[in-house]
């Protein structure tokens, strides 16, 4: 059976690493030059194995086969967070690129803006999927400067380029590989992960609205402090749901803004990012029901009025069965004892293009559970044995 050069494939993740360095991560945010110059360097490398690339209208590397299918398509994304890790993202990529090397016959995708630098969810694969409208292009600005995402694809040379969709019926499953962003495998000692499902993730702002006063002359007696009357919640919601949530669902308190934010001002406004995660639609509707009634509970007893506005929620998206077989098998034959399935915490590209296609993921260890951050990192030996798993999976589901 043929085999993949795992040689190359490491090869290419240290080279991809060099474009946009920081300290031991990369700092590649979407559109910006660092990031045009990494889907500029993945169109050579998928050129050189005989794929048709091109970048497109909203910045996604896609590279065709030329020959006959049965097809795959295998990716994740390139550009990462500020002052990120080298691995989120570009490990799915540099795969797919690996996969084709090998004589696979697959398509490779790195899909624009996964890590969500314009506030869209998603904006390359649901372009390719076709569910991303142009007024949504229209409305997205950068979550750090507020530069529009028209704007920035004029300033990355992308303005006005078609964007590339998925061909129906073309494509048999999709694969992305992927490091764990958690401790799950390390702390077990294993080396592969074979993805189950990929977590909804459900978004609200909450906002309290109270009275702007003096911080001196106004009692504690006669105080409508937004701020607050937010942290109660917060701390109420916190005891809450353990008693609500699902075995692995996590719930994050984004970002606490206070206005005006002055230290002798008490706040009139608190406004609150908080978001949970699961893979079951039943325990997010649990978790929302209790949200509620804790938003309830707190207009009854506080001063200030609190209102809940939900901001986005996703879907889960379940692992194609016979595409996650293949995997556990591939995982027994090369890594035995080393394997275990899991749910992801994350949310991925995969969800989104299991709306199109079956599809199915596969993770490797985080060294200390680290992502997000430049000091993420996997062992060699670690990427190797993913590689070669993902390589002798695909091997089984294309010949299935």
């Given amino acids: 059976m043929p085999t993949v050069d795992t ?56 590279g065709r086969h030329r020959g006959e299918g049965p097809h795959l398509l295998a990716g994740s994304h390139i550009e ?61 600005t950068n979550r750090t400067d507020g530069t529009p995402m028209r704007d920035a694809l004029r300033a990355a040379g992308l303005e006005g380029l078609p964007r590339r969709q998925l061909e129906p019926g073309r494509h048999k499953g999709y694969f ?22 990929i ?33 109660r ?32 001002i008490i706040p009139g406004r608190a406004e609150v990012l908080f978001q949970f995660r699961d893979v079951s639609v039943p325990v997010l509707e649990r978790l929302e029901a209790g949200l509620r009634a804790l938003v309830q509970e707190a207009n009854r007893r506080e001063r200030c009025t609190v209102t809940l506005e939900p901001v986005s929620k996703a879907i889960p998206a379940l692992c194609d069965p016979a595409m996650m077989q293949a995997l556990s098998d591939a995982a027994a034959e090369l890594a035995p004892a080393a394997w275990q399935t899991m749910p992801s915490g994350a949310g991925h590209d995969a969800q989104v293009i299991a709306r199109r296609m079956p599809a199915a993921m596969l993770f490797v260890p985080s060294i200390g559970g680290i992502s997000h951050h430049w000091s993420e990192d996997t062992k060699d030996a670690d990427l190797t044995l993913g590689m070669q798993v993902l390589h002798r999976a695909a091997q089984r589901f294309l010949a299935s």
């Fill in 7 to 62: 040689a190359a494939f490491l090869q290419d993740l240290y080279e991809l690493r060099r474009i946009g360095a920081f300290r031991t991560g990369v700092h590649r945010p979407t559109y910006s030059p660092e990031d045009m110059e990494s889907r500029r360097w993945l169109v050579a490398k998928l050129t050189e194995c005989g794929l048709d690339a091109a970048i497109d209208g909203i910045g996604n590397v896609y």
């Fill in 80 to 140: 990462s967070q500020n002052e990120a890790g080298w691995l989120d993202g570009a490990l799915g990529v540099v795969a797919g690129l690996a996969l084709a090397r090998a004589g696979l016959p697959v398509d490779v995708c790195a899909f624009a803006d996964e890590e969500g630098h314009f506030n869209v969810g998603f904006p390359g694969s649901r372009s390719i999927i076709g569910e991303l409208s142009e007024d949504a292009i229209d409305r997205a």
């Fill in 176 to 197: 992305e590989m992927h490091i764990e962003q958690g401790t799950q495998l390390e702390a077990a000692g294993l080396q592969i992960g074979v993805v189950t499902g």
């Fill in 199 to 231: 977590v909804a993730i459900w978004q609200w702002r909450i906002v309290v609205e109270g009275q702007q006063d003096h911080a001196g002359g106004t009692t504690m007696a006669e105080r409508r402090d937004a701020g607050l009357s937010a942290i």
């Fill in 233 to 264: 919640l917060l701390a109420a919601i916190d005891a809450e749901f353990p008693r609500i949530c699902g075995q692995r669902t996590t719930w994050t308190t984004g970002r606490i803004r206070l206005d005006p934010g002055a230290p002798n």
